[in-house]
């Protein structure tokens, strides 16, 4: 059954008719423009990965990196992975994260890019783990799926 409500079938259709990230939906059915918004990575948008394991976080980290810490931001990043899991949605995570190693370094790099994924464009529009399902994709294009 569709998910979608009335306003998000619109954005819908406005998405499929003016193709803002050109994946091509012109000319296709309702399977394959489903195929095409559902796919993760088609339109190269990322996402927030939402709760990650503080071992995720620590396999992000460069070793001589964090032995060069000073006390007061080694306790920090301590007390991010002490909590198991983090939020890298919330933005005082993600600051405090990056704030934990120099700008350059690539334990800094790693974290901030760690916390996204790859999305597909119907996450990208409707949130984390939408789906577009050809029903709803008929509703907005006017084709019967």
Do not use: H, W
């Not at 001589?64 to 899991?85: C, N, P, R, W």
């Not at 994260?97 to 974290?111: A, D």
Request: charged fraction near 15%.
């Amino acid at each position: 059954m569709a998910n979608l409500t009335p306003a998000q079938i619109t954005a819908l259709g406005t998405e499929i008719t003016n193709d803002p990230k050109v994946l091509g939906y012109a000319g296709k059915t309702v399977a394959q423009r489903c195929a095409l918004i559902n796919a993760v990575g088609g339109s190269g948008e990322k996402i927030n990965q939402g709760i990650v394991s503080a071992q995720f976080i620590m396999s992000q980290i460069v070793e001589t990196e964090m032995a060069a810490l000073t006390s007061t931001k080694l306790q920090e990043l301590l007390v991010y992975v002490s909590a198991g899991m983090l939020d890298s949605g919330n933005t005082n995570v993600r600051t405090g994260l990056g704030n934990i190693f120099g700008v350059g370094t690539t334990s800094r790099t790693n974290l901030l890019a760690a916390v996204d994924r790859s999305a597909s464009r119907a996450e990208i529009l409707f949130g984390s783990g939408a789906f577009v399902d050809t029903y709803e994709m008929g509703r907005a294009t006017g084709v019967p799926s």
